[in-house]
């Protein structure tokens, strides 16, 4: 289903690239069949889940955002309803994946999570956004470091002017550095870590029933870095911009 050679080739400028190491993969899965049956899926499943958390409600930090699984019924709602993105969920916890990643991005005895807290498939309706933030480092349930994302997208003739861009901030978030549209088939791989800020803070504007959705799979080690073992935090750490926003940023 993926490249898997691709990592012999992208090792190199994952670890360099900036703000934090990642990478961007167009035509990821190599198969798209089975995303356009996952996208029809989608659009039609009815049993969504959202975080109703005070991190994530306060300053309309996160807005219209939905994902599943949300509980353990979710995974018998796929089942029934959404089989082949079941399958495609499973798939990415797979050792071939995981051998993967850790050909790609240098991280060792990488451990999926069975139960995609947080993750899974995100849907995000017509108005919405996810306001910057460092995701959690510490699992919720078993206190795993979360160590890397790999963002999936969905949305085929997807148009510019409807936003939803993935941003990658500095440091100190004085700067956007990289604006990444949610085209289909587009896979963004990153490191986690206190400051890996990311986010698509302005509203969607899509036309009404025009969703924007992904997978969203995290990966997990039994210990870090002591280098990154600052803020160790069980739920997402959100940012505002400093200062002047640099808008010269790079888009792809």
């Not at 699992?139 to 997208?153: E, F, G, S």
Request: a negative charge; hydrophobic letters at 35%.
């Amino acid at each position: 289903m993926i490249k898997f050679k691709l990592s012999d080739h992208l090792s190199g400028s994952y670890s360099k690239a900036y703000p934090f190491p990642h990478v961007i993969i167009d035509n990821f899965i190599l198969n798209p069949d089975e995303l356009d049956r996952s996208i029809t899926e989608i659009s039609n499943f009815p049993f969504w889940g959202w975080d109703s958390s005070k991190y994530s409600l306060m300053d309309n930090r996160q807005i219209n955002k939905f994902w599943v699984p949300w509980c353990e019924q979710s995974f018998n709602d796929l089942k029934d309803q959404a089989p082949t993105t079941l399958k495609i969920l499973n798939y990415f916890n797979s050792p071939e994946v995981l051998e993967f990643l850790q050909n790609l991005t240098g991280i060792e005895n990488l451990i999926p999570d069975p139960t995609f807290t947080g993750g899974g498939v995100h849907k995000i309706t017509s108005g919405g956004k996810l306001g910057i933030h460092a995701d959690y480092l510490l699992h919720p349930k078993t206190k795993l470091h979360r160590r890397l994302n790999v963002l999936l997208y969905l949305n085929k003739n997807w148009q510019k002017e409807w936003g939803g861009d993935l941003e990658l901030w500095n440091k100190d978030m004085t700067e956007c550095i990289v604006s990444i549209e949610p085209i289909f088939n587009r896979a963004v791989i990153f490191n986690i870590t206190s400051d890996s800020f990311h986010g698509h803070p302005n509203s969607l504007d899509t036309p009404e029933g025009v969703d924007r959705y992904s997978y969203a799979f995290y990966y997990f080690t039994e210990e870090r870095p002591d280098h990154e073992k600052n803020n160790l935090e069980t739920h997402a750490v959100w940012k505002k911009p400093a200062g002047k926003i640099n808008t010269n940023i790079f888009k792809l």
